[in-house]
Nanobody
């Protein structure tokens, strides 16, 4: 079994910064793709940032230049540094990872419980 625990959300003023963390624990042989999604009020869930299995990184156009995704393999943790936050960044942020639990098995897709980010003055 694999667990994801997110932290770092909260209330911040426009222009401020937050750093989200997602700690992955449990039966882990290898972690492949790592992603952050968000779901704003009345909106569909959208991909914000991703570290792909080959190491390439992608961002949604709306966050390019402001958000940075990174991973710490030693700690099995993925981060999302969010700067210059805007009210439209408000939403629940979810961590999503592909975890291979043992050698030779197929990686499975796991989700965190979500952490609320509110950008408001």
């Amino acid at each position: 079994q694999v667990q994801l625990v997110e932290s770092g959300g909260g209330l911040v003023q426009p222009g401020g910064s937050l750093r989200l963390s997602c700690a992955v624990s449990g039966s882990i042989f290898s972690i492949y793709g790592m992603r952050w999604y968000r779901q704003g009020p009345g909106k569909q869930r959208e991909l914000v940032a991703a570290i792909n299995a080959g190491g390439s990184i992608n961002y949604a156009e709306s966050v390019k230049g402001r958000f940075t995704i990174s991973g710490d393999n030693a700690k099995n943790t993925v981060y999302l540094q969010m700067n210059s936050l805007k009210p439209e960044d408000t939403g629940v942020y979810y961590c999503n990872v592909d975890v291979q639990s043992s050698r030779g098995t197929i990686p499975f897709d796991y989700w965190g419980q979500g952490t609320q980010v509110t950008v408001s003055s």
